[in-house]
């Protein structure tokens, strides 16, 4: 035991290096910077009522000590469960599992718990079944991830005493919503390929139900229209590479495809092989651009261009909205909405020829 682990009044502390079996607690920490117990709670809390100097004292015994706070223990005596519910589907995809992993980043920097309940899809009963399920457990708000079309209807049936926020929900929705524009980020995409002097832009969507596939697609358009280019008829695929590949088989026999928009970076994966199949160099023949900016995508050949989301930045303004009405304690519709950044690698710099 070292000199330094005893307190003020000679008493033996729990060793900060884990040297003894019992962790540090509040009467630890009260006793080693000369203070009540009452003090340390209000610490913790950060209760402004504690004067800077005291602060200090209460901040570098915690320090010294190793003290962390129990969570569990103090849900327990608050009587709240300091616990937020999150309903999502499809959490295997790179964007929900992204949205998610940032929101449970957010929600323990704020001292929460999440528990959550995936669905295999975004129905009314669906929805009721796992909010009914999370409300057993007593959670204090509730994020449903639903950027599909038919979460209107179910986010409708969500119960009313409990803060909601929904996350790539429809901007339309009655509660908060937090979302990347879609639009915003398609209008990169399809402007960067107009700008290095390619006639029109070739798309390959995401499926139609999706929120997200929908406003990309619309941001692709709208920015043919401004430019006055042609607007090709789009291909559709499910996301995976394999509909990409699919896509890509069939462009690649299309002379005038010089460059392609694809809906997210999976699908782009499989429409560079295509491409290649067939013979169609990127992006020296094609350009292509891709939308999430997944960690594989700089690893394509060649690297994909791509609309970068920032999910952490997501997830955190979900967890604020439900701290935000858990403080206030009045629910909200308040829109947070993130831009998108355009990410350029190789497999669109070139620029095509006029001949």
Request: glycine residues 8%.
């Amino acid at each position: 035991m070292t000199a330094n682990n005893r307190g003020p009044n000679g008493q033996r502390l729990p060793e900060p290096n884990g040297e003894s079996e019992r962790r540090p607690s509040i009467a630890d920490v009260a006793s080693f910077a000369r203070v009540s117990h009452q003090t340390v709670s209000r610490v913790l809390n950060d209760n402004p009522s504690v004067g800077d100097l005291t602060r200090a004292r209460v901040l570098a015994a915690i320090d010294q000590l190793g003290y962390r706070p129990n969570i569990a223990a103090r849900a327990l005596a608050s009587g709240r469960s300091k616990t937020l519910g999150v309903v999502a589907m499809d959490t295997t995809r790179y964007g929900p599992v992204s949205t998610l992993y940032g929101f449970q980043l957010a929600a323990q920097q704020h001292g929460y718990f999440v528990s959550v309940v995936a669905v295999h899809a975004i129905d009314r009963q669906s929805v009721r079944e796992a909010v009914r399920w999370l409300t057993s457990q007593s959670v204090e708000g509730l994020a449903v991830i639903a950027p599909f079309t038919s979460a209107h209807d179910a986010l409708s049936s969500l119960p009313t005493g409990t803060p909601v926020v929904a996350v790539e929900g429809d901007p339309e929705a009655n509660m908060s919503v937090v979302t990347v524009d879609q639009v915003a980020g398609a209008r990169l995409a399809t402007e960067h390929l107009l700008g290095a002097g390619y006639g029109t832009v070739f798309h390959v969507a995401g499926p139609p139900e999706w929120l997200e596939a929908r406003a990309r697609s619309e941001g692709w358009r709208a920015a043919l229209h401004s430019a006055g280019a042609d607007v090709t008829p789009p291909l559709s695929g499910d996301w995976t590479a394999r509909s990409g590949y699919q896509a890509g088989q069939v462009l690649a026999q299309v002379p005038d495809a010089r460059a392609i928009f694809v809906a997210n970076d999976q699908m782009a994966m499989g429409v560079l092989r295509a491409l290649h199949e067939r013979g169609r160099r990127v992006p020296e023949e094609v350009a292509v651009v891709g939308f999430d900016d997944t960690p594989e995508s700089a690893y394509f050949i060649p690297p994909l261009t791509t609309i970068r989301q920032d999910f952490k930045r997501v997830g955190r303004a979900a967890v604020q909205l439900l701290v935000d009405q858990l403080t206030t304690g009045a629910k909200s519709q308040e829109r947070v909405v993130i831009n998108p950044e355009l990410v350029c690698r190789e497999s669109s710099v070139a620029v095509p020829s006029h001949d």
